[in-house]
Every structure is written in C-alpha cells, then in structure tokens.
C-alpha cells in the first residue's frame, strides 16, 4: 500500500523557514518523480515544485528563489525547504506522487500539512 | 498562468448524469492531452479519477468519463450517487517548465 505522510508544517513569521517532510513507503521511492501541490485556505490546487526520479527540479514562479525541493532515496523521503516565507504561502501543503514519468499527474497524495505564515 | 475555469458548484440528484467544465487556453488543454481530474473529500487526499482527458486508472468507476473539446474539458458524472458529493479539480500539463496547473475547483453536491 502507497503511503505518503507529510510533516514539519506549523506556524511561522513572514520572512522564516520551514522544512517539509514526506516520508513515503509501498512503492520504490528512487524510481518516481515526486511533488509538492498546495491548496490556500478557500482557495483551489496549486502546482508548486517537481522534482525527477534523476533530481531534475521546476518551480512555480510563485516559489521560485525561495523553496528548494530535494529527495533522500536512502530514506524514501522528499523535502521541501521554504525560506522568506510570505503570507501568501499560508495553505494545505500536499506530497504528490507522479503517475508516470510524465509530469502531468498524480496517482497519489498524502494528507497534507498545514503552513501558516503570519506574524 | 492564470488557474484553469471551472464552474464552482454544481448539483444533481442521484441517478442523474452532471457534467463539470475546465476552460484553459491553446497553451494547456488545447494543446496537450494531459487533462487530469481529481476528485476531493474533505480531510481526505485528493483521488486521480481521470487522466490524459479520458482514461479512467484502475479501480475508478466507469461511471466517471472525461472529454476535451478544443481548450475545454469535461468530466462527467453518471448515476450520481450520494458519496459522489466531493470537490472536482482539473489540471493540464502547461510546459517544460510551469509544468502543469489546476482549475480552481468544483463543489458537487448531490440533492
């Protein structure tokens, strides 16, 4: 059984870090392209970084410059490092696994975890 | 890139058919068909029920169907029933480097 779980979520200041986690299991980690999806509070799906199988990464130019994205196949664990946290970034943050080496959708998602950024 | 259009809520009655939109433009859905939808409980994640606009995975309901016509895609829901009452994303691949984007989300509640 696939299960993706996320954590490192919490309440933060605008212009702080945060570090997100996704442990995965039930499928070969290494092998599968991984993202981060986010949905703000009333808000829809936001697509917001990708990375490849190999490390190959893209960014929403949303996040781009502040949140890197990163994967430890030892531990089956994706990351996603957020720094000068906005406002803006406040939302649901979910670990999304690709379907197929395609970029275009995904087959499974964690619970989510919140992000509030707010002074 | 602005989010895809969906209409945000739409309703049957069970055992009706609904049919949700998603209108991008010639540079997402109409040009690639790789128009997914998900399908979205509350505090419970999202589930892919269609991809590459009308290829159901295994395990989904053929009462789930998707199409595209030009930068708009549909999906539609036959013989409603009540645990078919969710949230409905679509989302379509963009380019090598935005990647994809989602609409903003249909609310279907089932009478």
């Known amino acids: 059984e696939v299960k993706l779980l996320e954590s490192g979520g919490g309440l933060v200041q605008p212009g702080r870090s945060l570090r997100l986690s996704c442990e995965t299991s039930?499928?070969?980690?290494?092998?599968?392209?991984m993202s981060w999806v986010r949905q703000a509070p009333g808000k829809g799906l936001e697509w917001v970084s990708f990375i490849g199988g190999g490390g190959s990464t893209n960014y929403a130019d949303s996040v781009t410059g502040r949140f890197t994205i990163s994967r430890d196949n030892s531990k089956d664990t994706l990351y996603l490092q957020m720094n000068n946290l906005k406002v803006e970034d406040t939302a649901l943050y979910y670990c999304?696994?690709?379907?197929?080496?395609?970029?275009?959708?995904?087959?499974?998602w964690g619970q989510g975890i919140l992000v509030t950024v707010s002074s | 890139q602005s989010a895809l259009t969906q209409p945000a809520s739409v309703s049957g009655s069970p055992g009706q058919s609904i049919t949700i939109s998603c209108t991008g433009t010639s540079s997402d859905v109409g040009s690639y068909n790789l128009v997914s939808w998900y399908q979205h409980h509350p505090d419970k994640a999202p589930r892919l029920i269609i991809y590459?606009?009308?290829k159901r995975p295994s395990g989904v309901s053929h009462r789930f169907s998707g199409s595209k016509s030009g930068n708009t895609a549909f999906l539609t829901i036959s013989g409603l029933q009540t645990e078919d009452e969710a949230d409905y994303f679509c989302?379509?691949?963009?380019?090598?480097?935005?990647?994809?984007?989602f609409g903003g989300g249909t609310t279907l509640t089932v009478l």
């Open positions: 989302c379509s691949y963009v380019n090598s480097r935005i990647l994809m984007i």
């Open positions: 590459e606009v009308n």
């Open positions: 039930g499928f070969i980690f290494s092998n599968h392209a």
């Open positions: 999304a696994k690709l379907f197929s080496s395609r970029p275009s959708e995904f087959d499974y």
